[in-house]
């Protein structure tokens, strides 16, 4: 059973950058793929992206492509998500997700889960 803690949600600018982390316990944490989904009020929940267990596969949304980073610390059971030039759009809870196959994009594949963490773009 893996717990995932995420943090480093808030208020920030369009344009500003925010940088989100994913702390993972409990679990062989560098056999799980990772993900980072969203969901906006009103909205499901949509895959942001998503990374092997080794790093070597990377998956981004389009919405994300380019703006975005992820990255883990298998040392550390972490993962990151790098977030740049925000825009309003990006209004959402962001929330961590692991699963012990392969990487994937469907939220309904992920095993274990995150609390969420609210992030906020605005002026």
């Known amino acids: 059973q893996v717990q995932l803690v995420e943090s480093g949600g808030g208020l920030v600018q369009p344009g500003g950058s925010l940088r989100l982390s994913c702390a993972a316990s409990?679990?062989?944490?560098?056999?799980?793929?990772m993900g980072w989904f969203r969901q906006a009020p009103g909205k499901e929940r949509e895959f942001v992206a998503a990374?092997?267990?080794?790093?070597?596969?990377?998956y981004y949304a389009d919405s994300v492509k380019g703006r975005f980073t992820i990255s883990r610390d298998n040392a550390k059971n972490t993962v990151a998500l790098q977030m740049n030039s925000l825009k309003p759009d990006d209004t959402a809870v962001y929330y961590c997700?692991?699963?012990?196959?392969?990487?994937?994009?469907?939220?309904?594949?992920?095993?274990?889960w995150g609390q969420g963490t609210q992030v906020t773009v605005s002026s």
């Open positions: 409990g679990g062989t944490f560098s056999s799980y793929a």
């Open positions: 990374i092997s267990w080794r790093g070597g596969t990377i």
């Open positions: 997700a692991a699963r012990s196959r392969v990487v994937d994009t469907t939220p309904s594949e992920y095993n274990y």
